[in-house]
C-alpha cells in the first residue's frame, strides 16, 4: 500500500502563491493516478485536480472555485505529485490531500485507494 506525505501548507495572503507537494512512497508511484482534494471545516471533501500515471492531460475540476488557478502536475523520477495553486483567495483555506487510486473516478473521493494526513493552507484577506 502506498503511504503519502503532503507538504508545502502555510499562512499567506490573499494573491499570493503556493506549491504543494506530495511524496508517495512504499508502491510503484507509476501505477497510480494521483488526485488532489480539499476540505474546509463543515464542507465536503472537494476535488481539486487529478492525473494519471503517464501525467497525461490532467483532469482539473470545472468548478469555479478553482478553474485556471490551481495546475496539478508529478514527477514519477521523484515520485512527487504537486498542486501549483495562484491568486489564492480567503475561501481558498482548508485541509489540502493528496491521494492515489489504481483505477477511479478521478473526482470521486470514495474511490481512491490512499490518502495522505494534508496540510493545512491558511489564505489571510
Known amino acids: 500500500q502506498v503511504q503519502l506525505v503532503e507538504s508545502g501548507g502555510g499562512l499567506v495572503q490573499s494573491g499570493d502563491s503556493l506549491r504543494l507537494s506530495c511524496v508517495a512512497s512504499?508502491?510503484?508511484?507509476?501505477?497510480?493516478?494521483m488526485g488532489w482534494f480539499r476540505q474546509a471545516p463543515g464542507k465536503e471533501r472537494e476535488f481539486i485536480a487529478a492525473?494519471?500515471?503517464?501525467?497525461?492531460?490532467?483532469?482539473?475540476a470545472d468548478s469555479d472555485s478553482v478553474k485556471g488557478r490551481f495546475t496539478i502536475s508529478r514527477d514519477n523520477g521523484k515520485n512527487t505529485v504537486y498542486l501549483q495553486m495562484n491568486a489564492l483567495k480567503p475561501d481558498d483555506t482548508a485541509v489540502y490531500y493528496c491521494?492515489?487510486?489504481?483505477?477511479?473516478?478521478?473526482?470521486?473521493?470514495?474511490?481512491?485507494?490512499?490518502w495522505g494526513r494534508g496540510t493545512q493552507v491558511t489564505v489571510s484577506s
Open positions: 491521494a492515489a487510486c489504481s483505477i477511479c473516478t478521478p473526482s470521486n473521493p470514495a474511490e481512491y485507494d490512499a
Open positions: 512504499g508502491g510503484r508511484f507509476s501505477d497510480y493516478e
Open positions: 492525473i494519471s500515471w503517464s501525467g497525461g492531460i490532467p483532469d482539473h
